[in-house]
């Protein structure tokens, strides 16, 4: 069952004062009236117990410096455990409840992001990703797209993007992230990430200047050196190619603008383009190719052929 912040806290207040020495029968009786009031009362004290007893080894640890001599030591010992126990339930729960935000971007727009930490996620077009920032951890959820991520490091709350089947942990660092249908790829455009598949303990670091890329089936391939123009001029309204297959040129496009590409000659999906072309501007893009490309374009409303020439 769900319960809000504040029922758990009285909940943990409850349990504390429950465990003193000075608590009388008025204030379990007091206790025995909050706990009937609703059913969450009663979830919400179940919770505690349950983590009072996973402290075992707090309660029992000796502390230095001082030895169990008389009855004072017993609820001293007692009285440092409930209070290590409410610290603990206190983060627990702050990490517990903490909102996960979904941002989402369609075709040809972009989005800046700042957490609270001074972190910053850049959105390329049709992307979708979750956020949750919490007292213990900062966990990114790229289901769909690219992000770039500029991340503010600490050292005790760690930073994660999980994007399918992989999971990049930062290591104090700039990097990419691309999800689409044909993989996922990393690139580290400055300091070092950690890469890792699920199901696998070791992971791999990735350091600035390569990228690592994990494709369809969950393989993850051997790092390589990063092209740094073609990971990062989206965020300056360019998309920049080197050899790359037409098939996948237009897949891009497609993302930027309201339209959908046929090959009238599906040989023509092989070819390779490079260079480098505006985002907000198509007509460049296809006066380029049938210059560069043996292809010949004809555009009908929101649908563009390629048919050879």
């Known amino acids: 069952m769900k319960f809000n912040p504040?029922?758990?806290?009285?909940?943990?207040?409850?349990?504390?004062?429950l465990q003193g020495q000075d608590c009388d029968e008025q204030q379990r009786a007091e206790f025995q009236q909050w706990l009937m009031e609703?059913?969450?009362?009663?979830a919400a004290y179940a919770e505690a117990e349950k983590l009072w007893i996973n402290l075992d080894s707090v309660k029992s640890a000796p502390l230095p410096n001082l030895k169990a001599r008389n009855q004072r030591w017993n609820a001293m010992q007692t009285g440092i455990a409930t209070l290590v126990f409410a610290a603990i339930a206190t983060g627990w729960w702050l990490d517990y409840s903490a909102e996960t935000v979904t941002h989402s971007t369609g075709i040809g727009q972009r989005q800046s992001i700042e957490l609270?930490?001074?972190?910053?996620?850049?959105?390329?077009?049709t992307t979708q990703l979750s956020v949750r920032v919490s007292w213990l951890r900062r966990e990114i959820q790229l289901r769909e797209g690219e992000a770039m991520f500029n991340v503010t490091h600490e050292k005790f709350r760690p930073f994660s993007v999980q994007a399918g089947a992989l999971r990049v942990r930062d290591i104090g660092t700039r990097f990419n992230v691309r999800k689409r249908?044909?993989?996922?790829?990393?690139?580290v455009l400055e300091g070092e990430v950690e890469v890792k598949p699920e199901h696998t303990w070791l992971g791999q670091n990735v350091k600035a200047g390569f990228s690592c890329k994990m494709d369809e089936d969950g393989h993850l391939h051997a790092i390589e050196p990063a092209n740094f123009?073609?990971?990062?001029?989206?965020?300056d309204g360019r998309l920049t190619f080197n050899h790359t297959p037409l098939s996948q040129v237009v897949t891009?496009?497609?993302r930027h603008h309201d339209v959908h590409f046929v090959f009238a000659d599906v040989t023509l999906r092989n070819?390779?383009?490079s260079g480098s072309f505006e985002t907000?501007?198509?007509n460049p893009f296809l006066h380029a190719i049938e210059k560069i490309l043996p292809i010949r374009t004809q555009r009908q409303k929101q649908t563009i052929v390629l048919s050879r020439r």
């Open 252 to 254: 891009k496009l497609e």
């Open 38 to 42: 609703h059913e969450s009362h009663t």
């Open 6 to 17: 504040c029922t758990f806290e009285q909940a943990v207040t409850w349990f504390v004062a």
């Open 280 to 282: 907000a501007d198509l």
């Open 271 to 273: 070819e390779t383009l």
């Open 181 to 187: 249908q044909d993989g996922t790829v990393v690139s």
């Open 229 to 235: 123009e073609q990971a990062s001029s989206w965020l």
């Open 116 to 125: 609270a930490d001074g972190s910053h996620i850049e959105l390329n077009a």
